[in-house]
């Protein structure tokens, strides 16, 4: 499921502008300078699903191929309207409760196995259900590749396909198959044929060779993540099915080598999960263009409650976004002075990604799109010295990247990408200015959260594990007892022992 580059791309449109949320402005403010590394670093944590076509490579997005991966109850973000489009309410059911709180220490999170279950349906295949309550921020799904590539490559997915298990075959050989148009696999898969040591097949032989290729190739095409700099293929995150309103978000974790998917608001029992194909400037697109980039690269055409909108709200608000966000690059740039949406000064431009995270919000958009307009809002509030916004936005940034990524976040760390890092520097700003910034133990809960879960599983696993000892040596002393009651009255039959 990754994205193609080219075919799919807009002429009238940078799409580029996206990147903007975490680019430092070419001011000589510091404030900025953190934001630079965080975007490279989330482009590994938010690769999004890729199929061999031409969608715009995506540093945020979800299942890729070739083609081819919240807030404190008490956010200002929530209640800030600046700027065009206040007006932009109505499509998010969520929208006017949802308040994305942190993964609740106190949750009792069903066990993995029981979150979902993988079903079939009339319209999409294999889906997966939720079968329990799951709390934004639970980690639903976290595994292992069955087949890692490096970016397009997808016509080398034979090899590591011929090494995989029996069992990982069976597993690959049941995924959705979907070959993109503009993919010539059986081409790739003759030409490699020739340029092989294949002289001794039949004609009947390499027929069947190539069918059987051009299938493991189509199937890593409709299945793969973007993975850091590969794309892989993942037996159960493959069955998220798409929405352009994703309840869950998937991403590759570098310090866990594993894929894992979170839940970016509350899930109910019933509930399918499901994550966007696009990511990045594809949530950005009105509907029409969604759906030709689904439809080229997926094969199918979505019916999510933002493409089924007929009021059109969701795409003003959408394109609101990308215009929004345009500008907001512009000037992060220190370009466009005097251009329509280009803001003027930094004050304008912390009430324009104000205003993104209000859309955002709005419109159920509650990822990284949601991370990188937090970091914004942070640093525009930084710049005028408007350090309790600054704080509370970072704090922000911090929930939904908990939310969505969880805490092992070693490499964005390292980068100095990672929220804590930017927490940091806020904070030392503001006391270089002698203002000091509270929260830091809610802060410091928020993040130990997972720490602090295991270790309270570790203690519940060992008490158990110790109850089960006793148990078996009170059952061994007891079977011993028995042993030398029977045998004393083997020896003396008559007396009782
Ligand atoms: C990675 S697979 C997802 C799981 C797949 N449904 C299965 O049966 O294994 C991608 C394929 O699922 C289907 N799909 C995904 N999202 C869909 C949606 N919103 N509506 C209809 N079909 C969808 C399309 O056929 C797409 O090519």
Not at 246 to 273: C, M, W, Y
Not at 310 to 319: N, V
Not at 484 to 491: I, L, P, T, V
Request: proline share 4%.
């Amino acid at each position: 499921m990754a994205q193609t580059t080219g075919a799919m791309a807009h002429p009238d449109r940078n799409l580029n502008h996206i990147y903007f949320f975490i680019r430092s402005p070419p001011t000589s403010s510091t404030t900025d300078v953190q934001g630079d590394a965080s975007s490279a670093a989330l482009s590994d944590q938010c690769a999004s699903p890729t199929s061999g076509s031409a969608v715009t490579s995506n540093p945020c997005a979800s299942p890729s191929s070739e083609v081819a991966s919240l807030s404190s109850s008490h956010t200002e973000a929530n209640t800030v309207t600046s700027g065009s489009s206040s007006s932009l309410t109505g499509l998010n059911p969520n929208a006017r409760d949802f308040t994305p709180k942190p993964h609740s220490t106190k949750a009792s999170a069903p066990k993995a196995s029981r979150l979902y279950e993988l079903r079939h349906t009339d319209d999409k295949g294999y889906a997966l259900y939720a079968t329990a309550f799951i709390p934004i921020g639970t980690r639903i799904i976290c595994e292992g590749p069955l087949i890692r590539l490096a970016e397009n490559q997808v016509h080398l997915a034979w090899a590591p396909y011929c090494r995989l298990s029996k069992k990982q075959k069976a597993a690959y050989d049941k995924l959705h198959y979907f070959k993109p148009e503009h993919m010539d696999l059986e081409s790739v898969s003759r030409s490699c044929l020739i340029n092989g040591p294949n002289d001794d097949l039949n004609e009947i032989e390499i027929e069947r060779l190539v069918a059987e290729q051009v299938r493991v190739m189509g199937t890593f095409a409709a299945n793969n993540f973007a993975t850091g700099r590969g794309l892989s293929v993942f037996e159960t995150a493959a069955r998220l099915n798409h929405s352009c309103v994703p309840n869950v978000h998937h991403s590759f974790n570098p310090t866990l080598q594993k894929q894992t998917v979170h839940a970016v608001r509350d899930i109910h029992p019933g509930e399918e999960l499901v994550t966007t194909y696009l990511g990045g400037q594809g949530s950005y697109f009105i509907h029409s263009q969604r759906m030709d980039m689904l439809y080229q690269g997926y094969g199918f055409t979505c019916t999510c409650p933002a493409c089924s909108d007929t009021t059109g709200i969701s795409d003003t608000r959408r394109d609101a976004l990308a215009t929004l966000a345009w500008g907001l690059q512009r000037f992060i740039e220190g370009a466009g002075h005097g251009e329509p949406y280009v803001p003027a000064t930094s004050g304008t431009a912390l009430q324009q990604a104000e205003t993104i995270v209000r859309l955002l919000i709005e419109e159920g958009l509650v990822s990284i799109e949601l991370i990188k307009a937090y970091r914004t809002a942070s640093t525009q509030a930084l710049n005028m010295k408007d350090f309790s916004k600054a704080i509370e936005y970072a704090y922000n940034e911090a929930e939904v990247e908990r939310n969505c990524l969880g805490t092992e976040l070693d490499d964005l760390k390292k980068l100095g990408a990672a929220s804590a890092g930017w927490i940091e520097h806020v904070r030392e700003v503001a006391a270089a200015a002698g203002v000091i910034l509270g929260r830091a133990k809610k802060y410091k809960k928020l993040m130990a959260t997972d720490e602090q879960k295991s270790q309270a599983a570790k203690k519940k696993n060992e008490a158990k594990k110790r109850k089960r000892a006793v148990k078996k040596e009170k059952e061994r002393v007891e079977m011993e007892a028995e042993r030398q009651k029977k045998e004393y009255e083997a020896s003396f039959p008559g007396l009782k022992a």
